[in-house]
């Protein structure tokens, strides 16, 4: 299994961006108002959208894309049997490099889960 560090990632990306976000704060404010607006409910629900954001992510080989929407997708309530559907989908597209992407989003999945709430006794 991978040991790749998502969260670490993600953080490295934001503070990695925190000076591009003050010097380009329209572009960013852009990004930001752009992401926003796709993945809102619609005929498609958030949740499908962040699949299908982590499905091009895998596509496209980012690491940074899939701990973000991994995380979003544990926000949006996400099931791991509706991951790994998206990610049966994916392989099959994409061949052996979406596997390994698909590995790499599995450990991000497990890597990332909200932690469970405690039981009251």
């Known amino acids: ?16 961006l925190a000076p591009f976000r003050k010097t380009q704060p329209h572009a960013m404010a852009g990004f930001g108002q752009l992401a926003r607006a796709a993945v809102t409910d ?8 962040e699949l299908i ?8 080989g980012c690491s940074g894309c899939i701990g973000f929407h991994v995380k ?3 926000q949006l309530g996400c099931t791991r049997a509706e991951l790994e559907e ?28 909200p932690a469970p709430e405690p039981v009251a006794s």
């Open 72 to 74: 979003a997708l544990h």
């Open 86 to 113: 998206m990610l049966a989908v994916c392989v099959y597209m994409g061949g052996g490099p979406s596997l390994m992407y698909s590995a790499e989003a599995l450990a991000a999945w497990e890597k990332t889960a």
């Open 1 to 16: 299994m991978s040991s790749f560090d998502h969260k670490a990632l993600m953080k490295d990306i934001n503070e990695s």
């Open 42 to 49: 619609g005929v498609l629900s958030a949740k499908h959208k």
């Open 53 to 60: 954001a982590l499905a091009i992510g895998i596509a496209k």
